[in-house]
């Protein structure tokens, strides 16, 4: 009798550790699943990014040939994406800089706001005739260099071999010396402060689409403050702004900013599941957010001790 009961025992121990590896297999198995599906969407998204960049440059060399002195994209959309922090579709904006020329009012002022609603309407309709089953549509941020221009001192700009020129030549554009970056980078995050201070009473009665509105005020905010707080110790600091997120995610640890490395990460991470469920679960978009003013947060109490 005893045996019998030791042999069930043993039997039953060697059934839960069968199940057990099983288990550890399917996870495994999952996980590489996981990332072999990330680099296929991901290889997917830069086709589509690709695919909108090539039908704005058409836009603008049919009906804008003659105010137009350059375009180029810069930013994510235009770096190496080593992993899925680089890029999240939707998330992630495609950045187009338009230097009109000098007796251009190129979408300046009101006159222009029909004009500029058929070109989104243009865009959108070639990019799905183009790409009839795409994964995403890219959102694009057209940018009228005219006022950045006139805040030089406090912009910088991409090196020329950090561009992609999409029409005309643009020329290599002045940056501040160093310690300058530096200090604008640095004020940038102790401005932030003020902003993320009010996110608590803002989030109070948001839901649905209210919570996108608040991704979308926070996003442009997120993405460079750990390339800002990383710039006060850089020897170059412009060289930072070339890198992509991976990169920017191993200097923070390497600097032991490992908080702010993670949340960083999750930040983007949120926002691809956010994307895979089309941004219709409130309670991804509020994951999204809550990791965003984590970063904040940190990067603002590491200015706060370095301006002490």
Known sequence: MLFIQFKDTLCLLILIVIIS????????YGISLKMSEYSAYMKQAKKEVESSLEIWKSIFEEEYSETIDYVYCKGSATKNWESFIDYVPVLSDVDIHVKPKEHSNFFMDDSFIFESINISEQYETRFIEENPNYFHLPRMQVINLKKLFNAVDTVIFPKKNEMRILMGEPGEMNNPPNDVIKKIDLQRLVELEEFFQTIPHSMIDRTG??????????NW????????????TSENPLDLWAL???????ELEKNDYHLIAESYKDYYYEGWIAFMEDFTNSQSLRRIISSGYEVLR???DEARKITE
């Open 21 to 28: 590896e099983i288990i550890s297999i399917i996870n495994c």
């Open 209 to 218: 689409l209210d919570l996108w509105c608040m991704i979308r005020r926070m």
């Open 221 to 232: 905010k997120v993405s460079p403050s750990p390339f800002r707080l990383l710039s006060q």
């Open 244 to 250: 992509n997120r991976s990169k920017i995610s191993e």
């Open 298 to 300: 940190l990067c603002v």
